[in-house]
């Protein structure tokens, strides 16, 4: 008996082979995109241009936003208390990775929610007394960041006031108690006054209602001038501490110079834009396998000062030749 034969035509046997070939295709574009969470403790309002650094580390590692990875952003608008909900529901929407910025807050509260999804913090302190890590060279959990050395410029920040105005009686000092740093960076500045001689007063500060009121306090006690300590919250009041200072005609000392591009008269501080880039190619580290345990502590070193000399001339203020000399940038 001879079974029958059904011939098939050549168009659709290669039809068969090109749909065979293409399912491992299918299946690959069927695969979800990791999810990176992008926590941050402040608004996205000031944080546009380190946005555009933070997915430029990630597009060094390959990774394109919208192409092969998706980023789910969490901002806690300055409220720290709400950090703890916000990292959770991060973890809840199984993040592959999570980004804590805007200060050791994010991170804090990263870290009190997971034990297992890998973070990627920005401390400005030590991270090792924070609790981020077990060290800077072997983190040895599921944390690893980058450390700015905030907290501990905050002295040198000072005497550099002290050497744009020698003459200075008092010096106001806007502090934010809500941050996790409060205490080093009190610290810090109060060991500084002490071996400077200079006298200064500490005005709290934790939203934009005090800062107003901080600088009404520095005008009625008579403050030569205001340093403006390293914090996110403050970063994201920059147009209001700039105009205030106008304002108050007080010269303000800040720790980015986004603040003296803005107008600000002086500051002195690390590349805040170069960390968020080290964050980006940290996460996209992270994605691609690495672990955060074996990923050391990146410590930034290079700090820059930058002077404003048209809000110098403004305020009728005669920068020092030393310092003007020592500036790495100027703003004429």
Do not use: C
Request: aromatic share 8%; charged share 20%; net charge neutral.
């Amino acid at each position: 008996m001879t079974l029958g034969y059904v011939p098939m035509r050549r168009r659709a046997f290669i039809t068969l082979l090109g749909g065979a070939a293409a399912w491992p295709l299918a299946a690959r574009a069927q695969q979800p995109m990791p999810v990176i969470g992008f926590l941050n403790s402040v608004s996205a309002g000031q944080f546009g241009h380190f946005l555009d650094m933070f997915r430029s580390g990630l597009n060094e590692t390959g990774f394109v936003e919208g192409r092969n990875v998706r980023i789910e952003y969490r901002w806690a608008e300055g409220h720290f208390d709400r950090l703890p909900a916000l990292a959770a529901d991060l973890v809840g929407r199984n993040a592959a990775v999570i980004a804590a910025t805007g200060g050791p807050a994010s991170g804090l509260a990263a870290k009190a929610v997971t034990a297992t999804t890998p973070i990627v913090f920005v401390s400005g302190g030590d991270p090792v007394k924070e609790g981020f890590v077990a060290s800077f060279n072997r983190p040895g959990g599921n944390a690893t960041g980058i450390n700015l050395l905030l907290s501990a410029m905050e002295g040198k920040r000072l005497g550099l006031l002290r050497e744009l105005l020698p003459s200075a009686t008092l010096i106001g000092v806007l502090l934010n108690p809500a941050m996790p740093t409060y205490a080093d960076q009190l610290n810090e500045i109060q060991e500084a006054a002490r071996a400077l001689t200079q006298q200064i007063h500490v005005l709290h500060v934790s939203d934009e209602r005090e800062i107003d009121a901080a600088f009404a306090s520095a005008a009625q006690l008579r403050a030569a001038a205001l340093l403006v300590t390293a914090d996110p919250f403050m970063f994201s009041r920059l147009d209001q501490l700039v105009a205030l200072a106008k304002r108050y005609s007080v010269p303000v000392f800040y720790f980015a110079r986004e603040f003296t591009a803005a107008g600000g008269l002086i500051s002195y501080g690390i590349s805040l834009a170069e960390a968020y880039r080290m964050v980006g190619v940290y996460t996209g580290r992270i994605l691609k396998g690495e672990k955060p345990a074996d990923l050391p502590v990146q410590q930034l070193t290079k700090f820059e000062m930058v002077i404003n000399l048209k809000t110098a001339k403004a305020l009728g203020l005669e920068v020092p030749p030393s310092l003007s000399a020592r500036a790495d940038e100027v703003i004429e």
